[in-house]
């Protein structure tokens, strides 16, 4: 799958974008040129040869808490997406061979989950706990657990019923046997495009809790937080909320790209799109007007040389 994803340009840019995002939540503390919480004597500069991006309302260097804020935002949003991978795929495909009981179980707690405003939910979980990102991303996951949940079960009843499925629990084997051979290889192209759309959600529930300064308090940098600092000064610096608006965009918009990409890749069409590139390839090769390097393109005229 992962080189039918770089084969399409739409996946070779989102993976790219991605991965210089990753670098900047790994790199981007240490490549910050000054204290991200140091305050200036110049508040509200412009963009200049000492603040690339000028200053913030307090002199602090607008791309110094960008690139340090970008780690709390990667991790904020793997965080979501893990936890709801882990708390609704289980489930998802337990729920095909556990029985009616755990079924219906499984079937309301999902149904009870989807009916939580996840906002609501997560600040009043962090009221109880604690105001960390940690706790309000788990709270959070676990929230967009049942998109999961509802993927991996409609992929594990699809497989479930296949002759090959049926005729390996008859003869015996275990359910955990038959999902490591032969539902999980089927379940993981729509588990994987469900993760990529749902690390961009994350970007946006991170940047949203972040704007509204829960999980992360001030002066720690985040991008949801520089976006809200920066709108109660649009007087003084209009182009102040582009820099964090545009990362979040960007990074939302590769997220949704990679999904896609892993959508039209994988299953029915991801064959078919095999079948036609190796078509087209047979077609260049046959289509060689002269595959002989040796032979004289001009032809000895009737007669000879004289």
Do not use: C
Not at 23 to 49: F, I, K, N, Y
Not at 154 to 159: D, E, N, P, S
């Amino acid at each position: 799958m992962v080189r039918r994803v770089l084969a399409l340009t739409s996946g070779r840019t989102a993976v790219a974008i991605l991965t210089l995002i990753v670098l900047l939540a790994v790199l981007g503390p240490l490549l910050a040129p000054q204290d991200p919480l140091a305050t200036g004597e110049h508040p509200l500069a412009s963009a200049s040869g000492a603040h690339w991006l000028g200053t913030d309302y307090l002199g602090r260097d607008v791309l110094s808490r960008l690139l340090d804020g970008s780690r709390v935002s990667v991790l904020g949003s793997l965080e979501v997406a893990l936890t709801a991978l882990a708390v609704g795929a289980v489930p998802g495909i337990l729920s095909v061979y556990l029985g009616r009981g755990f079924e219906w179980l499984t079937l309301r707690l999902a149904d009870t989950l989807v009916a939580l405003p996840f906002l609501l939910f997560a600040v009043a979980v962090i009221a109880l706990l604690g105001n960390g990102l940690t706790q309000a991303m788990l709270v959070t996951g676990t929230l967009v657990a049942p998109l999961f949940y509802r993927v991996a079960r409609a992929a594990t009843l699809t497989v479930a019923r296949s002759p090959y499925v049926e005729a390996a629990l008859i003869s015996g084997a275990s359910i955990g046997w038959v999902v490591r051979r032969h539902v999980w290889a089927k379940v993981l192209p729509p588990l994987a495009v469900a993760l990529a759309q749902t690390i961009g959600v994350g970007f946006i529930i991170v940047s949203s809790l972040t704007f509204l300064g829960i999980g992360i308090q001030p002066p720690a940098p985040t991008w949801g937080g520089l976006l809200a600092s920066d709108l109660g000064y649009l007087s003084h610096q209009p182009w102040a909320p582009l820099a964090p608006a545009l990362l979040i965009m960007v990074t939302v918009w590769a997220a949704n790209l990679l999904a896609d990409t892993i959508r039209d890749v994988s299953g029915e069409a991801g064959h078919a799109l095999v079948n036609s590139r190796r078509a087209r390839a047979n077609r260049l090769k046959t289509s060689d007007p002269d595959p002989d390097p040796d032979h004289d393109s001009h032809p000895v005229h009737a007669g000879g040389a004289r």
